[in-house]
């Protein structure tokens, strides 16, 4: 199979060949020591608010205060980004650990939406054949049905999903590295059985789009880097233009890793209700219900004027 052609056509893929078993054990065992419940930021991805679980975490600042970038960086790693998207900047980097026995994902989008289902950012330069932003999500430990996996839909976003439409429900072991476009649509799912999960997200976007997230930290990494390591200095943002794109000399390489793109083995599930937890006891899951309800409605008008495009 082809890499970009599967993520231009399907979205998703999946790795197990990136990072080495006692390479991932290292990389839990710090997150674990030094993750802590967050105080401020967005309380409904992580912070236990609007329906959400109260996850620990760790953001990019302490991750490099650690010294654990050149870790997750590994050469595996810097090949499949420099194949996906050589003129890539990071977007997205922290830890995140879900608790166990719960029943809503660790994020639930704003307004409810298509069950959980979402995508991370509206591209209004979107376009099937090209890829805008992507996403490295790391399992830390395996992960299966219950365990609180990544949900994807494997088609593209210019095709809004109505509900009930097949999705993949991606399992794997500690180490597996799941390559998603998160302008597509995707979910978390809840982590129902005993044990937390632990999960490294990574994301990536074009050099040209404008994004604020860790605007200072980046720019001290790439000080940083900027005569240690070339690539990690490139995206961390050293040459950041947003009128043109912008690659990292001889960046380009054909990724030798071996992949698959996981079947369908699921359905998109609307979730009407919730139940509340010791770790989500302040949700009152009111507007989930109000606004899952008034998108079912339109969905089934959708049908019935064969709008759906």
């Known amino acids: 199979m082809d890499l970009i052609k599967t993520l231009q056509t399907r979205g998703i893929a999946v790795f197990e060949n990136i990072f080495k078993e006692d390479e991932i054990k290292f990389l839990r ?6 993750c802590d419940y967050a105080t401020q930021g967005d309380d409904r991805r992580y912070g236990g608010k609007g329906g959400t679980v109260k996850c620990k975490y760790l953001e990019l600042k302490g991750i490099y205060e650690l010294g654990l970038l050149e870790k997750i960086i590994n050469p595996n790693f810097k090949e499949l980004i420099k194949t996906i998207m050589p003129d890539g900047q990071v977007w997205r980097f922290y830890y995140i650990q879900s608790p166990p026995n719960q029943s809503r994902p660790h994020f639930i ?16 330069v ?4 090209r890829i805008d932003f992507v996403d490295f999500s790391i399992y830390l430990n395996d992960v299966g049905e219950h365990d609180g996996n990544y949900a ?28 998603s476009r998160v302008d597509w649509f995707h979910s978390a799912t809840p982590n129902i059985n005993q044990n937390p999960r632990h999960l490294l997200r990574v994301a990536l976007c074009k050099n040209f789009f404008d994004i604020d997230d860790y605007y200072d930290e980046r ?3 790439s000080k940083y880097y900027k005569d240690k390591d070339e690539f990690l200095s490139f995206i ?10 912008v690659k990292l000399n001889g960046s380009e390489v054909n990724s030798t890793l071996k992949f698959t793109s996981p079947k369908t083995n699921g359905r998109i599930n609307f979730s009407l209700k919730g139940k509340t937890t010791d770790a989500n006891k302040d949700w009152n899951p009111r507007e989930i219900i109000e606004n899952s309800l008034i998108q079912v409605i339109k969905n089934f008008i959708k049908r019935l004027l064969n709008k759906h495009n």
């Open 29 to 34: 065992e710090n997150f674990i020591k030094n």
């Open 109 to 124: 989008p704003k307004g409810g939406g298509i069950g959980d289902f979402h995508y991370d950012r509206k591209n209004p």
């Open 126 to 129: 979107y376009k099937d054949e």
């Open 152 to 179: 994807f839909y494997p088609s593209s976003p210019t095709k809004k999903p109505l509900g009930f439409e097949k999705i993949i429900n991606v399992y794997g072991k500690a180490g597996t590295v799941i390559v």
């Open 219 to 221: 720019k001290t990494i």
């Open 236 to 245: 961390f943002g050293s040459d950041r233009r947003w009128y043109k794109e």
